[in-house]
């Protein structure tokens, strides 16, 4: 079956970084859209980030600047730079992947994505 999972989280203080990732299995995710959501405790799930099959990104305002997608299609993986932590990007965040090709608004949107990963904890203290 097809699997994504994540690892890389954890607690890091403010300013900091850290470097998710994204390991498929079960599919080759060079074709895919891939995209990073977050969802912090009694929140909705957000966008934060997109990576195209045409390596387009597209960032969540929140973000911009600081956090950077990358994918390496050999490894099958792809990669969330987080920079600059802020206490407000404390969350889950959870990687998917569009296997149909997706608009850039359709890329906010969870429902668009045909699989998921469980997620990996952010914590940023002050």
């Known amino acids: 079956q097809v699997q994504l999972v994540e690892s890389g989280g954890g607690l890091v203080q403010a300013g900091g970084s850290l470097r998710l990732s994204c390991a498929a299995s079960g599919r080759t995710i060079s074709s895919d859209a891939m995209a990073w959501f977050r969802r912090a405790p009694g929140k909705e799930r957000e966008f934060v980030a997109l990576i195209g099959w045409s390596a387009s990104t597209q960032y969540a305002d929140s973000v911009k600047g600081r956090f950077t997608i990358s994918r390496d299609n050999a490894k099958n993986t792809v990669y969330l730079r987080l920079k600059s932590l802020k206490p407000e990007d404390t969350a889950v965040y959870y990687c998917?992947?569009?296997?149909?090709?997706?608009?850039?608004?359709?890329?906010?949107?969870?429902?668009?994505?045909?699989?998921w990963g469980q997620g990996t904890q952010v914590t940023v203290s002050s």
């Open positions: 998917a992947a569009a296997t149909w090709a997706i608009t850039p608004p359709q890329a906010m949107g969870a429902g668009s994505y045909d699989y």
